[in-house]
């Protein structure tokens, strides 16, 4: 009879410092994930608000342009005819960004602008007119026809009209270079653009100190859309 010779169960003794030294690593490497995930989520939550704040300055922008536009085109009216030129020259100096803002919110009122300051008021209007004194002579009225020159009447066909503001001057010379007397704002007028005539009249307060001799001329022109 035949013995088997006995075998050994016994496990390797484990070592301790690499058991440890696996754990410690672990560890880190799990600390070293979770500071990645950590760092990646607030650098995209900063981009994120990077970009909002990006996008609301933008926007704040855009208002800012928008609303210097709107006052722009706001300026452009009968009432504020003398200020035009400069408008105009601020209009010409201005960024491209309000520039182009100002051309969609009122193109016509830029074409009015370059109008009127390419052009006088007198290169505009053809007037006649006749004036009379009343009887004791403190009153004058005048009348006559006021119409747009031909070929700016064909410039501005795209308008529905042209306000005409006359004022009238008098001297003591027929050659009037000793005005008197001047008084502006005497009648406004809504000279149509087809190039027909309109008759006007009007009267004033008259002193005869101020001479026989007067002129009407064109005050100022607006046209309007």
Same mark, same amino acid.
């Not at 075998?7 to 500071?35: C, D, E, F, Q, W």
């Not at 602008?113 to 009343?134: G, H, Q, S, W």
């Not at 009037?176 to 502006?184: A, G, Y």
């Given at each position: $009879?035949?013995?088997?010779?006995?075998?050994?169960?016994?496990?390797?003794?484990?070592?301790?410092?690499?058991?440890?030294?696996?754990? %410690?690593?672990?560890?880190?490497?799990?600390? %070293?994930?979770?500071?990645?995930?950590?760092?990646?989520?607030?650098?995209?939550?900063?981009?994120?608000?990077?970009?909002?704040? /990006?996008?609301?300055?933008?926007?704040?922008? @855009?208002? @800012?342009?928008?609303?210097?536009?709107?006052?722009?085109? /706001?300026?452009?009216?009968?009432?504020?005819? =003398?200020?035009?030129?400069?408008?105009?020259?601020? *209009?010409?100096?201005?960024?491209?960004?309000?520039?182009?803002?100002?051309?969609?919110?009122?193109?016509?009122?830029?074409?009015?602008?370059?109008? $009127?300051?390419? *052009?006088?008021?007198?290169?505009?209007?053809?007037? &006649?007119? =006749?004036?009379?004194?009343?009887?004791?002579?403190?009153?004058?009225?005048?009348?006559?026809?006021?119409?747009? *020159?031909?070929?700016?009447?064909?410039?501005?066909?795209?308008?529905?009209?042209?306000?005409?503001?006359?004022?009238?001057?008098? /001297?003591?010379?027929?050659?009037?270079?000793?005005?008197?007397? %001047?008084?502006?704002? %005497?009648?406004?007028? &809504?000279?149509?653009?087809?190039?027909?005539?309109?008759?006007?009249?009007?009267?004033?307060? *008259?002193?005869?100190?101020?001479?026989?001799?007067?002129?009407?001329?064109?005050?100022?022109?607006?046209?309007?859309?």
């Amino acid at each position: $009879m035949t013995t088997k010779p006995a075998t050994s169960t016994a496990k390797p003794a484990k070592n301790k410092l690499l058991s440890i030294y696996n754990r %410690v690593m672990g560890l880190t490497l799990i600390l %070293v994930i979770a500071a990645a995930i950590t760092f990646g989520v607030l650098a995209n939550k900063y981009r994120t608000q990077a970009r909002s704040l /990006s996008e609301q300055a933008a926007t704040a922008t @855009a208002k @800012a342009i928008e609303t210097r536009a709107n006052t722009w085109c /706001s300026s452009i009216s009968a009432s504020n005819a =003398e200020a035009i030129p400069q408008l105009y020259d601020d *209009y010409k100096n201005a960024s491209e960004q309000l520039r182009q803002s100002i051309d969609s919110q009122c193109t016509k009122r830029v074409t009015t602008a370059v109008f $009127m300051t390419t *052009y006088t008021p007198d290169e505009i209007v053809k007037l &006649t007119d =006749e004036c009379t004194r009343n009887a004791d002579g403190t009153v004058v009225t005048c009348s006559g026809t006021a119409e747009l *020159y031909r070929d700016k009447a064909d410039t501005l066909t795209s308008f529905s009209n042209t306000t005409v503001v006359l004022t009238i001057e008098f /001297s003591t010379d027929e050659t009037r270079q000793n005005v008197t007397h %001047v008084d502006k704002d %005497v009648v406004t007028l &809504t000279v149509p653009t087809d190039g027909n005539k309109i008759d006007y009249t009007f009267d004033l307060p *008259y002193d005869a100190a101020w001479g026989a001799f007067y002129k009407i001329t064109p005050q100022s022109f607006f046209p309007n859309e």
